[in-house]
């Protein structure tokens, strides 16, 4: 920057950095010293530290262990600084951050006490243009805003407040030198994460203190304690695993898994036992570790908030003061879940007390003190802890005009528009870390931040290499993005609740989920599958990248696919095939329960390989003779059971009335083409023989297969027109794969999945075609039949995300120019094996429904004719 007679300096910046903490610094370090870039960063306070350096109230500290709260670039800082506690307080991570500061010499990179007031994109140029507060201005062609999401306190709500004579004291902005609280009459206004630290050290010190609470929270004991020399040791000799262990959790720290799928699947023992080993565990393990429907279920949320504020029953000693500390109005962890040391004991002391703002609000500030609609108070000092305009808040200070001089304020009137969380359409070449639509609240910072400045100096690098004047999202990118961020939110309890992750604590800002609620394993798919392809959702100079496929999944399903990639799974193609059938047996594990008023039949068929398992689902209360739907499992031809069907043919025999049939066919490798084909068609022909005894109509059958066996089915429903067998009124092929040969979209789209990936498809198909010529068999390839013609009607389902969906449509395309009745339906933001996810995917319920809307007026007729019309 220039004038005012300073030193100035370096003008016209590749990179301008805004903020010096832990996204600041380490940008300033990735761009100038591994880039070579020309950097200069920018920082209002005084020295580096960011939220660190402003937030020095009493008790202040990480609710991250401290090994992870921490830089995982540098394998000499990390094995090198020995940290004291278990979780750091500020000034020990203050310090941590300076003495990375020191050792990189960064510190000469940026201008302190320098706060930018405009930054203003010029069209002409190519730039911005950045002003500080007294009026010295640079260019940059590049912008990292790494201002954080908590660093512009809330501003004033309460009236009179400057009339108060005596001390006022926000924590997101306390004094470096502190505050002297002894002898001294304190009032506390709010009981969020940063009041229920600071409350307990302030009541050790002040003469009285006096708590107003509006809302209350739910918190757990942080379990704080000097760290153990031998486990840092142990943590500095397994760093980069241990590291590698926590980018591969939902919240980016090396917690375990949840114990139990749900908290209302177990017993009311051992859900206690859970709470109990988690409540004092530290950290985020009574989101992350116990029970996998907190944040979906209220019934189950429910049942840890009761824990929680039975905890609080105890802890508390007057009855009634408990129960004002009790939440009663939100979930658990929709707001930021805070964790205490001696919190609630601090209202047993004497001089501490509370008053319940629902009750008695405040209705001035005084000279004096407060106000409510009770009493008046008088205090010597008062300590707002009202929280803070968070994630855009410090985004909009910086005066940010875009493109054709829109700003920033207008264009985020009804709420953050972003894509990824990180840029934004309109305002070319600026990068926000950690900014609002990532998934900021849901992952430990500094190593995510890591991940967010390197995706955006790999943008840049990309933008220069290609000589790119302006790098943005596209408009597809962003409004798909922000639907993808409401969805996932809407799937869970958080927007059903009033907090500052909705934005909704500051009076007057528009109302919306200023996070991606998907964790950080899945965001870090996105990011890597953005970039992997040429950075997707990007406009270079207008020239448009195609929106990811991840930003386009159904919300549940992403949440799902999150879980997934959290448990530390290889490709499934990279397992041994024990392992492979182990994983889809495991399917079943995500289902609906089987239905319970259906029956269920073991009994054998006879196949060219002998006597092979069958079970057959009858509906009880229907009255026969029924309809019948052959139903071949899934697998890839190598695994897959009737056990994994065990849910959808349950629910398909109720929902249809119908006998449904699920053979054990044989498996590949052991047992290549033609035996699982043999199989399935001999259950299609045991079916008609054998049927009338379990009630079933032998005129009135079907044949479904999924995935794999929608292969099998229709090569069955070929087989059963060619060989004579039995008039079926109807084939359901979902998401069959048709040809492992033909070349597709949707295999080069979704090469790398979700769930099934392109590699996973080719090895099912060469274990079940293990000689050449079996190819080109119609018998393996249905699509190869001389003629299509006469076969049963067929319905064609298929999801959206999926390697084998075009060649599917594709064969129910061939199905219809060949005369057989075929309905193509295609569901968008489903993947691959969707059936087996209905107990976690709502949307599962639009594939059982367009099987029943396809066979049910089929089954209902009363002529072979009518039904396979």
């Not at 290609?466 to 597809?476: D, M, N």
């Not at 309809?627 to 009737?642: K, R, T």
């Amino acid at each position: 920057m220039t004038d005012h007679g300073r030193e100035a300096p370096t003008t016209d910046l590749d990179l301008a950095i805004i903020g010096a903490g832990f996204s600041g610094l380490y940008a300033m370090h990735k761009a100038r010293d591994v880039m070579g870039l020309n950097v200069q960063g920018f920082e209002a306070g005084g020295g580096v530290g960011g939220t660190w350096y402003w937030n020095r109230y009493p008790g202040a500290r990480c609710d991250i262990e401290s090994i992870y709260y921490s830089y995982s670039f540098d394998d000499e800082i990390a094995k090198k600084w020995r940290w004291s506690e278990k979780f750091a307080g500020q000034p020990e991570i203050l310090a941590y951050l300076e003495h990375v500061a020191d050792k990189l010499d960064l510190r000469r990179g940026f201008a302190f006490d320098t706060r930018i007031v405009s930054t203003v994109w010029n069209e002409a140029a190519g730039h911005w243009t950045l002003t500080s507060e007294d009026g010295a201005s640079t260019t940059a062609r590049f912008v990292i805003a790494g201002t954080g999401p908590l660093s512009i306190p809330k501003e004033n709500e309460f009236p009179g407040l400057a009339h108060y004579t005596g001390e006022v004291h926000r924590t997101g902005k306390w004094p470096h030198e502190g505050v002297d609280f002894a002898g001294k009459r304190v009032a506390v206004i709010g009981t969020g994460a940063t009041a229920i630290q600071a409350i307990p050290r302030i009541a050790e010190q002040a003469g009285t203190l006096t708590v107003f609470q509006r809302t209350p929270n739910f918190a757990a004991p942080l379990d704080n304690g000097p760290l153990d020399p031998t486990e840092l040791d142990d943590v500095i000799a397994n760093y980069a695993q241990v590291r590698e262990n926590s980018r591969n959790r939902f919240i980016g720290a090396d917690y375990p898994l949840p114990e139990h799928p749900s908290a209302l699947g177990v017993s009311d023992d051992e859900r206690k036992r859970v709470y109990d080993k988690y409540y004092v565990g530290g950290g985020f393990r009574m989101i992350t570790s116990t029970f996998g429907d907190l944040m979906f279920s209220a019934e189950a949320n429910e049942t840890v908030s009761e824990y929680l504020r039975e905890r609080i029953r105890e802890r508390v000693k007057d009855p009634k003061t408990a129960e004002i500390l009790s939440p009663r109005n939100h979930f658990y962890a929709t707001k930021r879940p805070p964790f205490e040391t001696g919190y609630y004991e601090a209202y047993n002391r004497e001089n501490v007390s509370l008053v319940d703002l629902r009750a008695t609000p405040i209705e001035d500030i005084t000279e004096r003190g407060i106000r409510t609609t009770d009493a008046e108070y008088e205090f010597d000092v008062l300590v707002l802890a009202t929280g803070f305009d968070a994630f855009t808040g410090p985004l909009l200070q910086l005066g940010l005009v875009g493109r054709d001089g829109v700003r920033l304020s207008d264009y985020w009137a009804d709420g953050p528009h972003t894509y990824l969380g990180i840029a934004i359409t309109g305002f070319p070449n600026l990068f926000m870390p950690m900014g609002p639509q990532s998934v900021c609240i849901h992952i430990n910072n500094p190593p995510g931040i890591e991940d967010h400045v390197d995706f955006a100096l790999r943008a840049i690098a990309a933008a220069t290499e290609r000589g790119t004047t302006a790098l943005e999202p596209t408009i597809e990118a962003t409004d798909q993005w922000n639907s993808y961020i409401w969805g996932i939110a809407d799937s869970t309890l958080m927007t059903k609740v009033e907090s500052w992750y909705m934005g909704s604590n500051v009076p007057g800002k528009p109302r919306a989920p200023l996070f991606f609620a998907g964790g950080a394993v899945l965001y870090r798919a996105i990011f890597a599958q953005v970039e992997g392809n040429g950075f997707a959702g990007f406009a270079f100079d207008g020239a448009a990248e195609a929106i990811p496929t991840l930003t386009t999944l159904d919300p549940m399903a992403a949440h799902l696919l999150g879980a997934v990639l959290a448990q530390d799974q290889r490709p499934l193609d990279a397992i041994p095939l024990d392992e492979q059938r182990v994983v889809l047996e495991n399917f079943a594990q995500l289902q609906l329960p089987p239905r319970k008023d259906v029956a269920v039949h073991h009994t054998t068929y006879p196949t060219p390989g002998g006597e092979r398992p069958v079970r057959v689902y009858v509906p009880e209360n229907a009255e026969g003779p029924l309809p019948v739907l052959v139903f071949l499992h899934p697998g890839g031809w190598y695994g897959g059971s009737p056990a994994l069907s065990e849910g959808p043919c349950t629910g398909l025999a109720e929902d249809l009335g119908a006998v449904v049939v699920s053979p054990d066919y044989r498996l590949a490798p052991e047992n290549p083409f033609p035996a699982a084909t043999d199989d399935s068609y001999a259950a299609v022909t045991w079916a008609a023989a054998a049927i009338t005894e379990y009630g079933g109509d032998p005129t009135r059958i079907a044949v479904l297969g999924e995935s794999a066996g929608g292969t099998l089915a229709a090569v069955a429903a070929q087989r059963a027109r060619d060989e004579h067998g039995p008039e079926l009124v109807g084939q359901v092929l979902l998401y069959p794969p048709i040809d492992p040969d033909e070349q597709t979209g949707s295999k080069e789209r979704y090469r790398e999945g979700p769930i099934l990936t392109a590699a996973a498809a080719q090895q099912c198909w060469d274990r079940y075609l293990q000689a050449d010529t079996d190819r080109s068999s119609p018998l393996a390839v249905p699509s190869r039949a001389e003629s299509l013609a006469g076969l049963a009607p067929a319905l064609v389902l298929t999801v959206e995300l999926d390697p084998s969906r075009d060649e599917a449509e594709a064969y129910g395309r061939a199905l219809q120019e060949a005369g057989v009745p075929t309905e193509i339906v295609r569901i968008p933001g489903l993947i691959h094996a969707a059936l087996n996810m209905s107990g976690f995917v709502p949307r599962t319920s639009e594939i059982t429904d367009a099987i029943v809307a396809f066979l049910a007026p089929r089954f209902a007729s009363t002529s072979r004719e009518a039904a396979r019309a």
